[in-house]
């Protein structure tokens, strides 16, 4: 039995984790769940999976939660705030976090677990991209078993020599290939994507996600953010992780090796896939996802990425050969850049322009600890808001032209 808390259980990979969950009950027992946001759907998860502990982020939702709770007979302990997220990612009876808080504000709660030694699920690549190397000698120093949960890391995991000792070059692997959709503006020109809405952006071709990591796929920023966290997963050189664009997702990535063989990992475009590995780790469960019909997708495309129209690739390895810094304003100047665009204040293309400009600006920097990395994230923030500001009328205006 696995006793889990599952950090961000009201997003787009805590519902597919608590589904599959429901289809395995005799495997997981739930201890906490968290939420920022849609309250509601959280109360109604408590009355299902009765966990210990429910956490929020603001007084009034838990109030409310811890209300509603009681009135429903519920024993769940209603508990807030950041502090709260690291209590519940670090528990005793606590062996498995899903790490799925959207964003760097995942960040505390997943290095509680890695420094407790928990087997952690990551899907919160953010904590990773900012924090690699805090990250990865907090989970040796702990002895936590780190299982990807990106589909991306989920393949290259699973088509990864099964022992692996010393680099990769020892175990035989030559590059690691990252499938990208390559979104919903794959084919659009420069000035066609100068155009693009909010609403267009999120419409995934084939995922359905939550709106940030949907934004970051339509900018290629995710897979960018991917490259990176590949970098830390597998102690990988940025020279041997290469990209390709494939418009099916059916590939979920692959691992070539010196011999010429390349394995991959395939399955229909549904996170629940990945879960359901992960929690299931080293036995194969049942997710709820539908099986691969090969003949009835016919065909699988490949092409290579264009980073003249998607700079947010480009971006990122620059700023993973850069440094850690860099790496950490580059995540930021996205953050907010993502939410000013959802928020119809900036322009599709400006997030890869303030990403660049905020980037440049931040200089490098040793990160040792969580407030260094804390302190370039603040920085980035608002030079990246102070970089929009100004500018908004002039690009909105332009963009409309
Ligand atoms: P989402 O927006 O659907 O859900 C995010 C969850 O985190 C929600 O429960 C929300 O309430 C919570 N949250 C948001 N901000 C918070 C804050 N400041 N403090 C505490 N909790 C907060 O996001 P998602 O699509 O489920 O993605 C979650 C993570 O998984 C991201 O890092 C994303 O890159 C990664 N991921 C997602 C997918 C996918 O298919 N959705 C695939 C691969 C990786
Ligand atoms: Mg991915």
């Known amino acids: 039995m696995q006793f889990l808390t599952i950090l961000g ?48 982020i603001e007084t009034a939702h838990a109030e409310r939660l811890q209300r509603q709770l009681r009135a429903s007979g519920s024993e769940t302990e209603v508990l807030c705030g950041i502090a709260a997220l690291e209590k519940v990612a670090a528990l005793p009876e606590v062996t498995t976090v899903m790490a799925a808080i959207v964003g760097i504000a995942g960040l505390r709660a997943t290095l509680a677990a890695a420094h407790a030694g928990k087997r952690i699920l990551l899907a919160n690549k953010e904590s990773l991209v900012t924090a690699g190397a805090l990250f990865m000698s907090a989970v040796k120093t702990s002895g ?47 000035a066609q994507m100068s155009l693009v809405t909010p609403e267009q952006a999120v419409a995934h071709p084939n995922w359905m996600m939550g709106r940030k990591i949907s ?28 990209v390709i664009i494939h418009p099916q997702s059916v590939i979920h990535s692959m691992v070539e090796y010196c011999d010429g063989s390349v394995l991959a990992q395939l399955g229909n475009p549904d996170m629940r896939t990945p879960i359901a ?89 040793t990160i040792a600890t969580i407030e260094d990395v804390e302190a370039v994230d603040q920085l980035s923030r608002e030079l990246t808001l102070s970089a929009c500001a100004p500018r908004t009328s002039t690009i909105t205006a332009g963009a409309g032209a």
């Not at 010393?166 to 794959?186: D, E, H, Q």
């Not at 900018?219 to 290469?242: C, Q, R, Y």
């Open 9 to 56: 259980s009201t997003g787009s990979i805590g519902v597919s984790t608590l589904d599959v969950v429901d289809r395995n009950p005799e495997r997981f027992s739930i201890v906490a769940l968290t939420a920022r946001s849609r309250i509601d759907l959280l109360l109604e998860q408590c009355c299902k999976f009765r966990p210990r502990y429910a956490v929020v």
């Open 144 to 190: 936590s078993v780190l299982l990807p949960i990106d589909s991306e890391h989920n393949a290259v995991f699973q088509a990864m020599p099964g022992k692996q000792s010393g680099s990769l070059k020892n175990n035989g692997v030559r590059r690691i290939l990252l499938t990208a959709s390559g979104g919903p503006f794959r084919t659009l020109s420069l």
């Open 215 to 242: 934004v970051d796929s339509a900018t290629m920023m995710n897979k960018g953010l991917e490259v990176i966290e590949a970098h830390w997963l597998f102690d990988a050189d940025p020279s041997v992780i290469e």
């Open 277 to 365: 590995h992960a929690l299931g780790h080293p036995s194969r469960i049942s997710s709820g996802a539908d099986f691969l019909d090969l003949a009835a997708i016919g065909t699988l495309q490949f092409e290579r990425p264009d980073t003249a129209r998607f700079p947010c690739l480009r971006l990122a390895y620059d700023a993973l050969k850069t440094g850690a810094a860099a790496v950490i304003a580059l995540n930021a100047a996205n953050e907010v850049a993502v939410a000013e665009f959802l928020d119809h204040r900036i322009g599709f293309l400006d997030i890869p322009r303030l990403i660049e400009t905020v980037v440049s600006a931040v200089p490098e920097r």
